[in-house]
């Protein structure tokens, strides 16, 4: 069974709701974790999953994301993203 992470976030969207029903959709073949905390992005914390899916809706221009620091991706965040990718996982 793969292990997916599914980040998301953002304050358009009901991004928890949409988590649920993909866990639910892919229930047969996969186990779905879903967060919102960018500290996941890690190689240590991509490390146990075998498929990670991106679904946000992060922008500094968002008048209503309170915290504008969510809305881009720590370079840690990214490097990891990138090695998990090429990786091919």
């Known amino acids: 069974m793969k292990k997916v ?6 304050t358009w969207h ?3 709701g949409v ?3 993909l866990t639910e959709a892919l229930a047969p073949v ?3 974790a879903y967060t919102e905390d960018s500290g996941m ?3 240590r914390g991509l490390k146990e999953f075998d498929v990670l899916a991106l679904y946000t809706c992060l922008f500094t221009s968002d008048d209503t994301l309170a915290d504008k620091s ?11 993203v990138e090695s998990f990718v090429a990786g091919g996982k």
């Open 70 to 80: 969510r809305a881009a991706l720590p370079g840690h965040a990214q490097h990891a």
């Open 41 to 43: 992005l890690s190689d």
């Open 14 to 16: 009901d991004f928890p």
């Open 30 to 32: 996969a186990r779905v």
């Open 5 to 10: 992470l599914l980040f998301g976030g953002g």
């Open 19 to 21: 988590a649920a029903v």
